[in-house]
């Protein structure tokens, strides 16, 4: 039998108390569970304690085995790096950084730009904040010694409707195989003799002096458009609309392509939930996969998306990687602002409890096939976000009451509302062009005079040319009536 050692300790007690004994985390440092020689400086998980050297190890080798795994960048291409001044994307430029100094033991082969959307018009930045914002994020730029471009969001009023439309597929896929490019690379090195084609000596450092500021009337022109959408969640999603297209011209017009986003595991996972509750369901694993190529020539990669923002926090802190924080939008909620920011604070303090609610969602994404998010052609694609439209069958799926039935909006001037041009600046000949949750944020826009101009433009297009066609197929059924009779 089991005795007490004590006066009146049971077993149990004496189980537990000698388990106390053994592991008083407090009395000493944890040893690194990598080396096991250093004491470890943090805590990722359970059990996986890291000293810093180990962690920087840890941090690197994840960033390259996720591009090494997935082998959609080839050697020699140009890669737009999408950096906002957050924590995720300045971690992710510091990793291309160490990926293509000479130190590096395997080098990163392709050829990295910088691009930063500056967003402090809606952001209730001042002229004077955003000027010293910018100021800042140039020094940082310049920094770097990549060719950077700083855009601002006014300028996403003036993008032609191309931006609506993919381009072709062919544009982005190299002809040759990964393995037999990167073959070629390295015989180009070999015969080039120093093998530092691609460093940042050779590649044009910096960029031409950024623009100014963009006129008032322009800035106004984009504040109107914020301040007719009805609600917070609307605004977040125009936001993300204006700033993806404003990336995408950019990479087009500048020969990049792919582009990096830096959303973080913790970013992917809220970004998860939030589109199942925007009613983007079906395109889950476009919007928060790995790679996202559904603008055809421009493939969108997500190579921080398996770093928790812990894991980028603790990163940035002990290797001193420089951030510039922007505010919000502004909101006069401040309680429930958004769908956004509920689902955030939601899953944030799920984690505080529950360390692996983030990993879990995380994973639970990981299962899901990109194939409903595909269009085969223009009429099966969405207007605003590309995907495939989501609305067969809309009678069942209880779609039918969210459709907008309304008159065609006045015309200045005194002008016919039966005009094609007035039925085509009617909201409800908008809706048939967009997906179920681009119908859904559509609603709530304001009027179609305040909506991008390039919006407006594409739609327009994709009626008529919709109204084209369907006459095209009638006119012989009215011929052949004559001749029946």
Do not use: W
């Amino acid at each position: 039998m089991c005795e007490a050692a004590g006066d009146d300790a049971g077993c149990g007690a004496d189980t537990a108390s000698a388990r106390r004994r053994r592991v008083p985390g407090h009395s000493y440092p944890r040893p690194c569970v990598k080396c096991g020689l250093g004491s470890a400086a943090l805590v990722i998980r359970v059990g996986d304690a890291f000293c810093r050297g180990c962690f920087r190890e840890y941090f690197v080798h994840k960033f390259r085995a996720m591009l090494g795994k997935n082998r959609v960048i080839f050697p020699g291409e140009k890669v737009l790096l999408a950096l906002s001044g957050g924590a995720a994307s300045s971690a992710m430029l510091r990793q291309v950084q160490e990926g293509l100094s000479r130190e590096t033991a395997k080098r990163l082969r392709f050829v990295p730009g910088i691009i930063y959307v500056d967003e402090g018009a809606v952001r209730g930045q001042s002229v004077a904040q955003r000027e010293q914002s910018l100021a800042r994020m140039e020094t940082l730029l310049q920094a770097t010694g990549f060719p950077y471009h700083l855009v601002h969001l006014e300028q996403a009023l003036e993008l032609p409707p191309s931006i609506l439309q993919p381009g072709p597929e062919g544009s982005s896929k190299p002809s040759t195989s990964y393995k037999e490019a990167v073959e070629g690379f390295i015989q180009q090195q070999r015969q080039e003799g120093d093998g530092d084609s691609l460093s940042t000596q050779d590649m044009p450092g910096g960029s031409p002096p950024s623009p100014r500021l963009p006129a008032a009337a322009r800035t106004q022109e984009l504040l109107q458009l914020f301040e007719a959408v009805e609600t917070s969640t609307a605004r977040e999603e125009l936001l993300q609309m204006l700033r993806i297209h404003l990336i995408l011209q950019t990479a087009r017009t500048r020969g990049y392509a792919k582009v990096m986003t830096g959303e973080s595991c913790t970013r992917v996972a809220i970004k998860l939930l939030t589109n199942l509750a925007l009613g983007r369901g079906a395109f889950l694993a476009v919007d928060t996969g790995f790679m996202d190529n559904r603008h055809g020539d421009v493939m969108v990669v997500r190579p921080m998306r398996e770093y928790m923002a812990k894991e980028i926090a603790f990163y940035n802190h002990f290797f001193d990687v420089p951030t510039v924080i922007m505010p919000p939008l502004s909101t006069k909620r401040r309680e429930k602002p958004s769908i956004h920011r509920v689902i955030e604070r939601f899953l944030l303090g799920l984690q505080e409890d529950f360390p692996s609610t983030i990993s879990t969602v995380y994973r639970t994404g990981e299962k899901l096939s990109p194939a409903p998010a595909k269009a085969s052609s223009e009429s099966q694609r969405c207007l605003l976000c590309l995907c495939a439209l989501d609305i067969a069958g809309e009678e069942e799926l209880a779609l039918e009451p969210t459709l907008i039935i309304e008159e065609p909006e006045p015309v200045e001037n005194g002008c016919c509302q039966d005009t094609p041009a007035a039925g085509a600046e009617s909201r409800a000949a908008f809706i048939p062009l967009l997906c179920y949750g681009c119908r859904l944020t559509f609603k709530e826009l304001g009027p179609l005079a305040t909506l991008p101009p390039y919006v407006r433009a594409e739609a327009q297009r994709r009626i008529h040319r919709a109204e084209m066609k369907q006459q095209s197929q009638e006119v012989p059924l009215e011929d052949e009536e004559p001749s029946k009779s």
